[in-house]
């Protein structure tokens, strides 16, 4: 007799307990998961995984399964299901259509509307990123605000006409020059140099230091610029001094000069006797290419 009650007793408890694991697994069936996304849409199912980054996997109800990453999502609530009417809850399940989409097409299948919101938001973020590049792409390249910059440069003076108030002479020169000094701003550069000019017609070497300053008309790589120098002549005949204005324009590093240049030269004449000074002006067209760096 013990023994059967006790069987009893064991049994009724086996009963119990699977009765209320039942009750508990409904309970846990009326519940699902529901993803708000950022985009304003949301998906009704089971999450089946979420990473540490934010990125969850959700079965729907129709055993769709769809991954979205951490910044997709805004937030993941419960709620209870109405199973009574499986109709009504797969048009629950069902997330709204894309801008511009057909509700009544897509009203049944969520894959579709899923799948046509996720190909619309694609397309918004890449023109979004081609209107960027394009941006970028038109903004020009400019030189820095402000920056050390450097020149060197070769030249050429054809035809130099000298006048000393007795006699002329033609003759041509060569230069090279190297100009340093600071961008003061988008537009303006002031610095300083060397440079050496050799007279053809004399065989006489100079060197001049100089003061340099230069103005871009437009903050970019590609420009017409204006060029003003003014410094001295140190020869072995005696010295002078010299002035220049120049027109030119950059590509890129590359810049190609034209101007004028007036220089006074002053010799000492001696002889056997006496010494006196001997001044010439020289004029001349000047031609320049120059590459520079820096301040860009």
Sequence with gaps: MKKILFILIITVMSAAVAVAQNKNKNNNDNRRDVIYLQSGSTVKGQVIDKKADGTVRVRTGDGHIYQFEGK???RIEKEETKTHNPSQ??????PPPPIGGNRNRNRHNPNRAISQQNQYQSRQSDRHQTYKNKQKDKSPITFASEGYRWFVEAGFLPGVT??????????????GATTH???MSEYTFLGGGIGVQY?????EVAVMPYIDFRY???AELNSPFLNARAGGYIHNGGSGGFFNACVGYHFSRVSLTAGYELAPYKYLTTSAKSFYEDTKYYSSFLIKVSMDWGGR
């Design 181 to 183: 000094g600071y961008q």
């Design 199 to 203: 007279m053809l017609h004399r065989k």
């Design 162 to 175: 000298c006048s000393d108030g007795y006699d002329e002479e033609f003759t041509s020169r060569i230069l």
């Design 72 to 74: 997709e999502v805004q």
């Design 216 to 218: 871009d008309f437009y």
């Design 89 to 94: 809850q797969q048009q629950n399940d069902t």
